[in-house]
């Protein structure tokens, strides 16, 4: 059974900072490429950060470029999403995304295995 156990949202103020931890089961986390999405009310999903490989692969919306940071420590399964410099229109439900390696090609808001979600909140 694969399970995404995200953690460390909440509520920062404008130009604060978040870490958020993503921690796999039931998968070969090594080889999965592994993603962050956000989803604010009455928009969709979009990517925020994804890493297919080493942290060479990683890839950013251009809205977070600069201020966000994919990282990933496969000794213990677990992505993180390091966000610095954060605005308003940073809030969000932010979901940990596994990609089936062997259909892996992209990152589009639908495939693979999904968190339940953490509420990131930055006020003004």
Known sequence: QVQLVESGGGLVQFGG????????????FGAYP??????APGK?????AGMDG???TAVYADSVKGRFSISRDNTINTVYL???????EDTAVYFCNAKIPRTFSGWDPVSGYWGQGT???VSS
């Open 82 to 88: 390091q966000m610095d410099s954060l605005k308003p």
């Open 54 to 56: 080493g942290p060479t």
């Open 17 to 28: 900072s978040l870490r958020l931890s993503c921690v796999a089961s039931g998968i070969l």
């Open 34 to 39: 592994m993603g962050w999405y956000r989803q």
């Open 119 to 121: 509420q990131v909140t």
């Open 44 to 48: 969709e999903r979009e990517l925020v």
